[in-house]
């Protein structure tokens, strides 16, 4: 993905003083080794550098987009950094058409603020890095390795035919040393992925909540989830390539598929799901990771009779144990972890777990719930760091 390198050297100089032919540059940085980008045609806001669409890369200069001509600035309708954007026109994880930042080699925490959009992801370095970021004006951050010099970035496409917008763009680095600390990459579906805003969505996956009941200064967690996933998607769609390219021994993958597989529309037999996620366990595992399986929790609906709340006949979950009993890999039966919890609580208190008129989909509040089972059964097992 690199291209046209600049000394990384004369970054500071180019924003102290400006790059030829593009006017007075505001100073990117807050400090040492902090840049903060405000992309699109408006006011730029105070402390930002502002980029517009047509900002070729300049090694003086050390930023800028490698084909502005597949760029264009765009309104958006949030405020401060977030009232203008930039269009990103071509789509593709490995698609050329990158802003490009020169940076020393190190780690850095890179958080993006999107501008108006239904549903985008974030790419750099030829892997996603965010899936889907749901909403208008829509924030995350994640962590980078940067190893050779230069950070390549992208906004590309989370839906077919949603456009796919940048805001704001701040980078910081965290260590000079380009090692990510240690992560839970969490893959799954839209009872798993992340909703927007983060922390106040009404509808939530419980991998959006893990970091709640986790230490996250033992831990970052990177959730790879997206709704409507299969397990034929997340190894062939990019999700699976991003976790592979960056897992390191002392990481976890957690992996729960199954509820969409079921579908008959996707033509997956349980024997071709079993194979997809044999095949991802073993490519994870060949890292140096550690895989934990996870069965997916049952419908809100679920009760018998009695009042007991019993799902194990749903979403493949006899192929997922057997693969756990197979691979020798961690489990977390969530479908009955979920189901002891939802019985003692009762129908009505579980039914308020999950979205208005959904009985698959939890809210917050369910998200919070179930990821606090998570947690609290990796404890019970002693994975390392839990």
Same mark, same amino acid.
């Given at each position: 993905?690199?291209?046209?390198?600049?000394?990384?050297?004369?970054?500071?100089?180019?924003?102290?003083?400006?790059?030829?032919?593009?006017?007075?540059?505001?100073?990117?940085?807050?400090?040492?080794?902090?840049?903060?980008?405000?992309?699109?045609?408006?006011?730029?806001?105070?402390?930002?550098?502002?980029?517009?669409?047509?900002?070729?890369?300049?090694?003086?200069?050390?930023?800028?987009?490698?084909?502005?001509?597949?760029?264009?600035?765009?309104?958006?309708?949030?405020?401060?950094?977030?009232?203008?954007?930039?269009?990103?026109?071509?789509?593709?994880?490995?698609?050329?058409?990158?802003?490009?930042?020169?940076?020393?080699?190190?780690?850095?925490?890179?958080?993006?603020?999107?501008? =108006?959009?239904?549903?985008?992801?974030?790419?750099?370095?030829?892997?996603?890095?965010?899936?889907?970021?749901?909403?208008?004006?829509?924030?995350?951050?994640?962590?980078?390795?940067?190893?050779?010099?230069?950070?390549?970035?992208?906004?590309?496409?989370?839906?077919?035919?949603?456009?796919?917008?940048?805001?704001?763009?701040?980078? @910081?680095?965290?260590?000079?040393?380009?090692?990510?600390?240690?992560?839970?990459?969490?893959?799954? =579906?839209?009872?798993?992925?992340?909703?927007?805003?983060?922390?106040?969505?009404?509808?939530?996956?419980?991998?959006?909540?893990?970091?709640?009941?986790?230490?996250?200064?033992?831990?970052?967690?990177?959730?790879?989830?997206?709704?409507?996933?299969?397990?034929?998607?997340f190894h062939q769609d990019g999700q699976l390539e991003a976790i592979v390219q960056y897992i390191k021994p002392g990481d976890y993958f957690i992996l729960q598929l199954g509820i969409n597989d079921?579908?008959?529309?996707?033509?997956?037999?349980?024997?071709?799901?079993? =194979?997809?996620?044999?095949?991802?366990?073993?490519?994870?595992?060949?890292?140096?990771?550690?895989?934990?399986?996870?069965?997916?929790?049952?419908?809100?609906t679920d009760f018998n009779a009695n009042n007991v709340h019993n799902a194990e006949n749903r979403w493949y979950r006899s192929a997922i144990l057997a693969l756990a009993q197979e691979e020798q890999?961690?489990?977390?039966?969530?479908?009955?972890?979920?189901?002891?919890?939802?019985?003692?609580?009762?129908? =009505?208190?579980?039914?308020?777990?999950?979205?208005?008129?959904?009985?698959?989909?939890?809210?917050?509040?369910?998200?919070?719930?179930?990821?606090?089972?998570?947690?609290?059964?990796?404890? @019970?097992?002693?994975?390392?760091?839990?």
């Open positions: 993905m690199k291209w046209k390198k600049g000394l990384t050297g004369m970054l500071l100089a180019a924003f102290l003083c400006g790059a030829p032919g593009v006017g007075i540059v505001t100073p990117a940085h807050a400090s040492a080794g902090e840049y903060k980008f405000d992309f699109g045609g408006g006011t730029v806001e105070t402390g930002y550098t502002g980029v517009s669409a047509s900002l070729s890369y300049d090694s003086a200069r050390g930023y800028g987009f490698r084909t502005p001509e597949n760029m264009r600035n765009v309104s958006a309708s949030g405020t401060g950094v977030a009232s203008d954007a930039v269009r990103f026109l071509a789509t593709g994880t490995k698609s050329e058409n990158t802003f490009d930042v020169d940076l020393p080699p190190g780690l850095y925490e890179v958080s993006v603020t999107l501008g =108006d959009t239904s549903r985008s992801s974030i790419a750099a370095e030829g892997v996603y890095q965010v899936i889907n970021m749901t909403g208008n004006g829509a924030k995350d951050r994640f962590q980078i390795p940067v190893t050779d010099g230069q950070l390549n970035l992208l906004v590309t496409e989370g839906k077919e035919g949603a456009v796919f917008t940048l805001s704001a763009l701040e980078i @910081r680095q965290l260590s000079s040393n380009p090692a990510t600390n240690r992560t839970v990459y969490i893959g799954g =579906d839209s009872t798993v992925c992340n909703y927007y805003p983060l922390d106040s969505s009404v509808q939530a996956g419980w991998g959006q909540l893990l970091s709640k009941f986790v230490n996250t200064n033992t831990f970052q967690i990177r959730n790879m989830a997206s709704g409507g996933q299969i397990a034929r998607g079921t579908n008959p529309k996707h033509n997956e037999s349980e024997a071709e799901f079993k =194979d997809w996620m044999r095949d991802m366990i073993r490519q994870v595992k060949a890292k140096g990771a550690t895989v934990i399986l996870s069965t997916p929790q049952g419908r809100a890999t961690p489990l977390v039966d969530l479908n009955v972890l979920s189901s002891a919890y939802f019985t003692s609580i009762g129908k =009505d208190a579980t039914l308020a777990l999950y979205m208005n008129g959904d009985t698959l989909h939890p809210n917050y509040e369910g998200a919070r719930e179930l990821a606090r089972l998570v947690a609290q059964d990796l404890k @019970r097992q002693g994975l390392s760091g839990f």
